[in-house]
């Protein structure tokens, strides 16, 4: 018992340090606004952003070990809690197929969408100023977690923009994508299978499959896109914002539907008199 209270406590320990890290390194490296960015600070800067992005990876590092053991876990005690239920149902060869393959695909249309891949056929890198190929770290200065930006290109049209609160987002979002897909999967399954899940329960994962889609629209909607201005190599500061908001603000409905898809599937599997468990 005392084993599986410390198991407890270090997944947990291992998430909050790893999004602690990640919200302070964006804050402190915020503070460099107020430096005066000259040839001989540069250095300094440069050394920091480098750091932001150590800080950011082992930060994911902690996270996914975290995620991995609480699978485990929740794995282990096989009981009837919403936790439990979440991730049995992505315990097979099948759903971790599906959850791989949604997680990638929306990544990759994430990363279009984001900026973070740019792909600018109509465009040339060497018109301005960029050899090919290129990578630079841009070091300064923008809103917390818009710096430092990495750069580069490995041809004319083809490189990567990457701002680390939209590759933070890409990482959170395609996770939680991928596990909605995975969960809908069940449900469609089950319905299938005549298990009374109710419409809602069978369909609710894939209303939230697309949260670029949002921003995207409104983007071209209103002319805001890169392509649009026809001078933009890549998504101005104010275009990336917009779009990270619109995402941002999907995540708690992410992060819900998992556990309403959940909670339908026990009703499904134990009769709408199973009693709740502790989640």
Same mark, same amino acid.
């Given at each position: ?13 291992? !998430? ?6 990640? =919200? ?5 490296? =915020? ?17 920091? @952003?480098?750091?932001?992005? #150590? ?6 590092? +902690? !996270? ?11 794995? =282990?005690?096989?009981?009837?809690? $919403?936790?439990? $239920? ?16 949604? +997680? ?33 770290? =841009? ?33 959170? #979002? ?8 995975? $969960? ?6 089950? %319905? ?10 069978? !369909? ?23 392509? @649009? ?7 101005? %500061? ?8 619109? !995402?941002?603000?999907? $995540? ?9 898809? @959940? ?17």
């Amino acid at each position: 018992m005392e084993k599986q209270a410390t198991m407890h406590r270090s997944y947990r320990a291992l !998430i909050i340090v790893g999004l602690v890290a990640i =919200a302070v390194s964006f804050l402190v490296y =915020a503070r460099n606004d107020a430096v005066s960015v000259t040839p001989a600070a540069m250095p300094a800067l440069e050394r920091l @952003a480098i750091s932001t992005y #150590v800080i950011l990876f082992m930060s994911f590092g +902690a !996270i996914g070990w975290g995620l991995y053991r609480f699978y485990k876990i929740k794995i =282990a005690d096989n009981n009837n809690s $919403i936790s439990s $239920i979440i991730a049995n149902t992505i315990n097979n060869k099948r759903a971790k197929q599906i959850f791989v393959a949604s +997680a990638i695909g929306y990544g990759i249309f994430f990363a279009f969408a984001s900026g973070i891949i740019l792909y600018k056929p109509e465009l040339n890198a060497t018109d301005y100023g960029f050899p090919v190929p290129h990578a630079e770290i =841009a070091s300064c200065c923008d809103l917390p977690g818009y710096m430092p930006m990495i750069l580069a290109f490995f041809t004319e049209h083809v490189g990567l923009q990457i701002i680390p609160l939209n590759f933070v987002l890409l990482i959170v #979002v395609s996770f939680l994508v991928g596990l909605n897909f995975t $969960i809908s999967s069940k449900t469609f399954t089950m %319905s299938r299978k005549g298990k009374s899940l109710g419409t809602f329960g069978a !369909i609710t994962g894939l209303f939230v499959g697309c949260p670029t889609c949002a921003g995207t629209a409104f983007t071209m909607l209103f002319g805001l896109g890169a392509g @649009a201005t026809g001078v933009t190599l890549f998504l101005t %500061s104010y275009e990336a914002q917009l779009q990270t908001i619109f !995402i941002a603000i999907s $995540i708690p409905i992410l992060l819900l539907t998992p556990f309403i898809m @959940a909670r339908n599937i026990r009703k499904a599997s134990l009769g709408n008199c199973a009693i709740d468990s502790k989640q």
